[in-house]
């Protein structure tokens, strides 16, 4: 029988032999989870000067750990590895960036490198633990679109003066007028933390608005889902101020992955011919002159071309994990150039394949052999597609390879695939 019904419904058949998520009843390790998120994203102690003593983020993330210690360690079991080969690519690019030191005898930097990438990793695993179950999931991605609108809110009220947040300074970047020629000063949206940088806040701010999308397109909701068109609009807004260039092509990519993953070639063209044009127009400005003849292409072009010669020097287990900086003078501004040349080919191949695994599952999850039961679930999957597909095309520019929200996107594709009942479940991308 066809996955798919002529009246749209899931045949008995397929019900039937679904598997059933797993799932802890426990809500203890979930609830330490979002406060582990939340300090993550809003970071108090760069709001309140009185907590910069107090390792919260440290003291809660071990709490959790301590109590989700079971569930880590299943994920991180030799059965979960080869079942999931995403975890198997994380686990790999640890391995990398110690043996990346080993490989030139230093064993300073294998230690601290190892140990500040397995926080990291720590976390990705966290994630896919605590994360068990659907319900769970779709709590974890409010939570998430939440932080994202406060995380966002503090920045415009302290971009348009409406109160003094010193950690969120905006950036100053030196631009000319297109009219007129002359030089002049642009300020581009920064936040807190992690995300005090404007092309990282786009990063986040894409996955915010592919979170709202996805229940603003939940009927079930009602019309309680008109509520999320508002941090659409917030989220859009921010980008904009943020006149980030790699930003504006994660978001363009994750709309055209969007819209051809959800509604196939033939809708996607004419949505494309109206949606990217008013994108560009709404945008305008430094954000959408995209050129491999401005100074800032060029100079990340001869980056890559020097990162990729340094790669002879070592090729299978490059030049050492976050030493690009110290041969070059700069990041590579190209995460997959950076993870190459600082991992050599083991490392760099670990770390495409974190990227490129979640998507062809993701894309095989939508294939007409394989049902996702869950009609909520269905529905997200080209929206989280687009997620990852926009935060892999922002970091084509950004050098993040080691920070925890590049592995907590891949991992809520991990967590996806994991929970979303299949039928037939042989069908579960493996």
């Known amino acids: 029988m066809a996955p798919n019904s002529a009246n749209g419904s899931i045949p008995s058949q397929l019900t039937r032999i679904a598997p059933k998520p797993p799932g802890n009843a426990d809500p203890v390790p979930f609830f330490l989870f979002i406060l582990v998120n939340a300090t993550l994203f809003i970071r108090p102690a760069e709001l309140v000067p009185a907590l910069e003593a107090v390792p919260i983020y440290l003291i809660l993330i071990i709490a959790c750990l301590a109590i989700s210690l079971p569930a880590v360690l299943e994920q ?18 640890l391995i990398a960036v110690v043996l990346s030191h080993l490989a030139h005898a230093d064993l300073l930097l294998a230690r601290t490198e190892g140990f500040e990438f397995s926080k990291v990793a ?49 950036l100053e970047r030196t631009d000319y007028d297109e009219k007129t020629g002359e030089q002049i000063i642009v300020l581009q949206l920064m936040s807190t933390g992690i995300y005090n940088d404007p092309n990282d806040l786009c990063l986040i701010l894409v996955a915010g ?21 508002a941090p659409i609009g917030m989220f859009t807004y ?34 494309a011919v109206i949606v990217l044009p008013a994108m560009f127009l709404l945008s305008g400005g430094r954000q959408t002159r995209i050129s491999a003849d401005e100074d800032s292409a060029q100079s990340r072009i001869l980056l890559w071309s ?48 974190a990227w490129y695994l979640p998507l062809w599952m993701l894309h095989r999850l939508g294939t007409c052999r394989a049902e996702i039961l869950a009609p909520d679930l ?11 597909a926009g935060y892999a ?23 996806f695939i994991r929970v979303a009942p299949v039928a037939p479940p042989e069908m579960i991308p493996r």
């Open 306 to 353: 020097d990162g990729f010669a340094l790669l002879k020097q070592s090729p299978l287990t490059g030049i050492g994990a976050n030493k690009y900086g110290d041969y070059l003078g700069n990041a590579a501004h190209n995460s997959f150039v950076h993870a190459y040349t600082e991992l050599g080919i083991l490392g760099g191949t670990f770390f495409l394949g």
């Open 393 to 415: 095309i922002g970091i084509l520019s950004l050098s993040r390879n080691y920070v925890v929200p590049t592995y907590m996107v891949v991992g809520l594709a991990v967590v």
């Open 238 to 271: 921010a980008l904009i101020l943020t006149k980030s260039r790699g930003g504006f092509l994660a978001l363009l990519g994750s709309f055209m992955v969007l819209f051809t993953t959800r509604f196939g070639w033939r809708r996607a063209i004419p949505l």
């Open 76 to 93: 991180m079991s030799p059965r979960r590895l080869v079942e999931q080969p995403i975890s198997a690519c994380v686990v790999g690019i």
């Open 122 to 170: 720590l976390y990705y695993f966290l994630l896919i633990g605590v994360l068990d179950s659907p319900g769970r999931l779709r709590s974890f991605l409010t939570w998430l679109a939440i932080f994202i609108i406060i995380l966002t809110g503090l920045a415009l009220i302290h971009y348009h003066g409406i109160a003094e947040i010193p950690a969120l300074k905006a």
């Open 209 to 229: 608005i592919m979170i709202s999308a996805y229940q603003l397109s939940e009927r079930r909701i009602g019309l309680d889902r008109l509520l999320w068109l």
């Open 378 to 388: 269905r529905g997200f999957r080209p929206f989280l597609m687009a997620m990852v």
